[in-house]
């Protein structure tokens, strides 16, 4: 949990392949669990957040899709406790063109 800014970024760059300037939250854990960092592009700068628990780990999901994305929900529910890897959300109506 050392890395700052521009290291959390070019890791996005080169591990996940994905735009650290997209606008994606990127999460990263530490490998005791109890530290999580969040890292986004807000605008005109990036932004890290930084979290450390004082007992207790942030279960960390291991049902992941192949692209390893969390929506809204599945994020919120991780940052307040809640072990997402046994979550099943009900069927709702989606648009055929429209992403989650």
Request: charged fraction near 30%.
């Given at each position: 949990?050392?890395?700052?800014?521009?290291?959390?970024?070019?890791?996005?760059?080169?591990?996940?392949?994905?735009?650290?300037?997209?606008?994606?939250?990127?999460?990263?854990?530490?490998?005791?669990?109890?530290?999580?960092?969040?890292?986004?592009?807000?605008?005109?700068?990036?932004?890290?957040?930084?979290?450390?628990?004082?007992?207790?780990?942030?279960s960390?999901p291991?049902?992941?899709?192949?692209?390893?994305?969390?929506?809204?929900?599945?994020?919120?529910m991780?940052?307040?406790?809640?072990?997402?890897?046994?979550?099943?959300?009900?069927?709702?109506?989606?648009?055929?063109?429209?992403?989650?």
């Amino acid at each position: 949990m050392r890395r700052s800014f521009d290291r959390l970024a070019v890791m996005v760059r080169d591990i996940i392949h994905a735009d650290p300037l997209s606008g994606h939250v990127f999460v990263f854990r530490s490998r005791r669990g109890d530290r999580i960092k969040l890292l986004y592009w807000d605008r005109d700068g990036f932004a890290l957040w930084y979290k450390r628990l004082e007992k207790g780990l942030f279960s960390w999901p291991t049902n992941i899709s192949t692209t390893n994305q969390l929506d809204h929900r599945e994020l919120s529910m991780m940052l307040e406790g809640v072990d997402i890897s046994n979550i099943r959300f009900k069927r709702r109506f989606r648009l055929k063109n429209m992403q989650s």
